[in-house]
């Protein structure tokens, strides 16, 4: 076995590694936030967490399999640490910016819900006026 395909190995079981591990964590912590972005609606918060995971795992299994081929042909255990290194943290990075993506839009969610549930309702008309004759 060559080390290019050493390398293609350790990276999928890092990578594929990682996102269960991210995956996991989102979505046992997640549910949480969910509940009370959700008002306590607790069916659909464990739905929605589960369509947010499967929807983490599609993407990112997705972008970990497409940048899984490299150009460069790796001749020695350097370039297999260098090749790791960098497709790894590319990796890392793009959980990270989906895990931000996510918390900033159910933050966003969550503010807004709680804006309306704040707000003071009408003041009920004291009195009716006539209405306007046109003479």
Avoid: C
Wanted: zero cysteines.
């Amino acid at each position: 076995m060559d080390r290019t395909v050493v390398a293609y190995v350790i990276y999928l079981v890092a990578s594929i590694s990682l996102t269960v591990w991210v995956a996991r964590t989102l979505s046992r912590n997640g549910r949480i936030f969910l509940a009370d972005v959700l008002h306590g609606n607790d069916k659909l918060a464990d739905a929605v967490n589960h369509l947010l995971v499967v929807g983490f795992y599609l993407v990112n299994l997705g972008f970990v399999t497409l940048y899984l081929s490299g150009d460069e042909t790796i001749t020695d255990t350097r370039g297999i640490f260098e090749a790791l290194s960098t497709k790894l943290g590319v990796v890392l990075l793009v959980l990270g910016v989906m895990h931000l993506g996510n918390v900033y839009v159910l933050n966003r969610i969550r503010r807004r819900g709680a804006m309306e549930r704040e707000q003071v309702p009408p003041v009920a008309p004291q009195d009716w006026a006539a209405p306007a004759t046109g003479a």
